[in-house]
């Protein structure tokens, strides 16, 4: 008895791959917008930990900046892990994810430094347009290494199984 199912032309198989592919590549796109809505949220909270401690509670100026780094990229973490890349981390915390996210983040930290650092120094660019480069690069880094590494989806589609930190 011949197959039942129906032959499908190769022009539609090629349309069917394309719209699958649109479809990932506008889930990637919505992940990156609220990576970086996060990241608003984020940078208003860095920013308002940092002027507690250093106007309010009179803590060096490196005391103040790390603190607020550390609550910021805590918050990013948490938020990251159950709006974002909830699909990935099942919303559960996980403090082995929750150290490569740190170090992920401290990645963009550096990438950010020294694009700022760099366009100054070796082309002269104005700060304000180096700084906004080094968001830009930065912002490229922390989604990367976030999305690709540290809430990377398991190759079998399985639901992720967490290792410590549970939310409920």
């Known amino acids: 008895?011949?197959?039942?199912?129906?032959?499908?032309?190769?022009?539609?198989?090629?349309?069917?791959?394309?719209?699958?592919?649109?479809?990932?590549?506008?889930?990637?796109?919505?992940?990156?917008?609220?990576?970086?809505?996060?990241?608003?949220?984020?940078?208003?909270?860095?920013?308002?930990?940092?002027?507690?401690?250093?106007?309010?509670?009179?803590?060096?100026?490196?005391?103040?900046?790390?603190?607020?780094?550390?609550?910021?990229?805590?918050?990013?973490?948490?938020?990251?892990?159950?709006?974002?890349?909830?699909?990935?981390?099942?919303?559960?915390?996980?403090?082995?994810?929750y150290i490569g996210f740190v170090l992920s983040q401290f990645a963009g930290f550096i990438a950010n430094t020294v694009t700022v650092w760099g366009l100054v120094a070796l082309i002269h660019a104005p700060a304000w347009a180096a700084k906004l480069a080094a968001i830009i690069v930065s912002f490229a880094v922390n989604f990367s290494l976030s999305h690709f590494v540290v809430f990377r989806a398991s190759p079998r589609g399985d639901p992720p199984q967490g290792r410590g930190l549970k939310q409920g």
């Open 1 to 97: 008895m011949l197959s039942e199912r129906p032959m499908i032309p190769a022009r539609m198989r090629s349309l069917a791959a394309r719209l699958v592919k649109a479809w990932h590549e506008r889930a990637l796109a919505l992940k990156a917008i609220s990576f970086g809505l996060v990241g608003v949220i984020n940078s208003t909270v860095d920013f308002s930990v940092f002027s507690l401690c250093y106007y309010f509670f009179g803590l060096p100026i490196i005391a103040a900046n790390t603190l607020a780094w550390i609550v910021a990229v805590t918050g990013s973490y948490v938020m990251n892990s159950t709006i974002t890349f909830a699909a990935e981390s099942g919303r559960k915390l996980d403090l082995l994810r």
